[in-house]
């Protein structure tokens, strides 16, 4: 392919053809829907790949903990694939979960090949708590899940194990202060 792809932050206009692009791949069912609120909440999470200026992809960094986040949404328009486009998104997705000091990244997908090109194992779906709490268990495939877990480690240093799973270790609970009975008059 000749043309110029650019990577850019998604901006509010970009939900539509985001919206368009994954509802199309999930009818297809080889990705999960997004809702339009979901996007459009979310558009932060998500850079855009154009070609000469059109639209031909997506991706969002949707941060899950302190130590982790998912690649999600990842879709390239089908007549551009396979031409250097879903690397470049996820390219630019490792830059954005550097910058915000993220030292582990996981993906729930069919695509295994493309996500171990991308640097991803394979894990358990129980070493992903947070999502398994967070997303999974709303999903009508839950207890059938036919998605692939993997993982890339960015960071071994910050992140040498799975520390998933104890999260309060990470951010500490408020204290409750005990409010004392008042005695009457
Ligand atoms: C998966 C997807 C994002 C990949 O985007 P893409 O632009 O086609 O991928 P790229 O061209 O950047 O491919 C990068 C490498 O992965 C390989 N690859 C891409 N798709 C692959 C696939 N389905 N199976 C095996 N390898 C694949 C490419 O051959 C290339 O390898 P190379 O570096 O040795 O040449 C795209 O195919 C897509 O939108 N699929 C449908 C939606 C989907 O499954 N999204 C993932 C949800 S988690």
Redesign the pocket.
């Known amino acids: 392919m000749n043309e110029k792809i650019t990577i850019r932050p998604a901006v509010v206009a970009d939900a539509k053809p985001i919206m368009t692009l994954v509802n199309e791949?999930a009818v297809k069912q080889?990705?999960l829907p997004r809702s339009p609120a979901s996007v459009i909440e979310n558009i932060r999470d998500f850079v855009v790949a154009e070609i000469d200026g059109k639209f031909a992809?997506c991706?969002a960094l949707a941060v899950t903990w302190t130590d982790i986040a998912e690649?999600?949404?990842?879709?390239?328009?089908?007549a551009?694939?396979?031409?250097?486009?879903?690397?470049?998104?996820?390219d630019a997705l490792v830059i954005d979960a550097h910058r915000l000091g993220i030292p582990r990244l996981f993906?729930?997908?069919?695509?295994?090949?493309?996500?171990e090109?991308?640097g991803f194992g394979t894990c358990a779906h129980d070493d992903l708590p947070h999502k398994v709490f967070n997303d999974c268990m709303h999903c009508p495939k839950f207890q059938a899940c036919d998605?692939i877990a993997m993982e890339r480690v960015l960071d071994p240093v910050a992140s040498p194990t799975k520390l998933f799973g104890k999260p309060q270790r990470a951010i500490p609970m408020p204290t409750r202060k005990t409010v004392e009975a008042k005695s009457p008059g």
């Open positions: 791949l080889v990705m992809g991706g690649i999600r949404s990842l879709a390239v328009e089908p551009l694939q396979k031409h250097g486009i879903g690397k470049k998104i996820v993906a729930f997908t069919y695509v295994q090949a493309f996500f090109k991308m998605e």
